[in-house]
């Protein structure tokens, strides 16, 4: 049972963190821009309303922090597409329970989320200047938060800094 203990402390601490993908690099046309607007996403059926809210102000904050500034008219659109990827967590056992857990069991099920945030940059003309996406878990729900900022946060250090 200790060595069970040891594995699950030490796995947990060797998880990589996730890694952000850049699809286009930097277009030389994003230079001398700073002026962003967020376009509106459809909303993914799977993620809250809340999480949604929570990601359209990470963003804001997390572009700002990078020099550009949310102003018309906007030089910048900024869109993003966010779905999250539910699984259920089977859990095998050396020793099974003595009685069925009956409707308990069927409430509480284990459930592993996963996340992919998917983000654009566009001029006026509709020109691509970068594109990055990161994949993230976001599970266990009580992290989901901290997780969510953590992979956004990841994402645009990505992006280039505005040009003052």
């Known amino acids: 049972m200790l060595l069970t203990a040891v594995l699950l402390v030490i796995a947990a601490c060797t998880n990589p963190q996730p890694q952000p993908h850049i699809s286009t690099s930097a277009s030389v046309m994003l230079n001398g821009l700073q002026r962003f607007s967020l376009l509106p996403t459809e909303a993914d059926a799977e993620a809250p309303a809340a999480q949604q809210a929570q990601l359209h102000g990470l963003l804001l904050q997390g572009l700002e922090q990078r020099g550009y500034q949310a102003a ?11 779905s999250e990827q539910t699984t ?70 990505e992006l280039p800094r505005a040009a003052s």
């Open 72 to 82: 018309e008219p906007a030089e910048i659109q900024v869109q993003y597409w966010f």
């Open 88 to 157: 259920p967590l089977q859990l095998n056992v050396d020793t099974p329970a003595p009685e069925p857990l009956g409707p308990y069991q069927a409430v509480h099920r284990l459930q592993d989320v996963n996340a992919s945030l998917r983000v654009q940059l566009h001029d006026a003309q509709q020109n691509l200047l970068w594109e990055g996406s990161i994949d993230t878990p976001l599970s266990p729900a009580s992290q989901r938060t901290d997780l969510l900022k953590q992979a956004t946060q990841r994402l645009l250090r």
